[in-house]
């Protein structure tokens, strides 16, 4: 398998119309780039493919990330939200991902910005790691192994 992914970022202080798409390895180093020349998010990225279930009236993934991604350290964190393919399948549920990584000076991280949604302790990951996540991801269509996961709650 290997699914397309949508990146929906700001370019400047507009929101694109319409989401980047990513379908090789390559383009995902690229995009990911951008959204770091773009500098700071007004809101965290949202990434997902249209090759995967949708549910509700609006056709909302069923599973989908948040990325914050401080442009001047290239750190960041990912946030989750779909199946629990691992534990109690048929629950939707959300994680943040888990560093092992140290980080002299780790900055402020959200997964909601509007609501200063802060994620947890511990969720600052590097651009690589980000990325291989993104691309297993983008293989297997289910929450990432290559990092590890810490629940922010049940969806349903």
């Known amino acids: 398998m290997s699914l397309t992914l949508e990146f929906w970022y700001y370019a400047g202080s ?12 390559a383009a ?10 773009q500098g700071p998010q007004p809101h965290p990225t949202q990434v997902a493919s249209p090759d995967l279930p949708t549910f509700g009236i609006l056709n909302f993934p069923d599973r ?3 990325l914050d991604l401080d442009p001047e350290s290239a750190i960041g964190a990912l946030h989750y939200v779909g199946p629990d393919e691992y534990d ?9 991902s888990v560093s092992n990584e ?11 910005k509007q609501n200063r949604t802060l994620f947890p302790p511990k969720s600052a990951i590097s651009l ?3 990325t291989m996540a ?10 990432p192994t290559c990092i590890e996961w810490q629940s922010t709650g049940g969806i349903a």
Do not use: C
Request: aromatic share 12%; hydrophobic share 40%.
């Open 102 to 112: 140290e980080f002299t000076d780790t900055p402020v991280l959200y997964i909601d």
């Open 134 to 143: 993104l691309e297993e991801f983008r293989q297997t269509g289910t929450r």
């Open 14 to 25: 507009n929101r694109a119309d319409e989401p980047v798409v990513v379908k090789p390895e």
């Open 28 to 37: 995902l180093e690229r995009v990911l780039a951008d959204v770091l020349e």
């Open 128 to 130: 690589n790691t980000i």
């Open 88 to 96: 109690e399948p048929g629950r939707f549920w959300s994680w943040a």
């Open 64 to 66: 989908m990330f948040k």
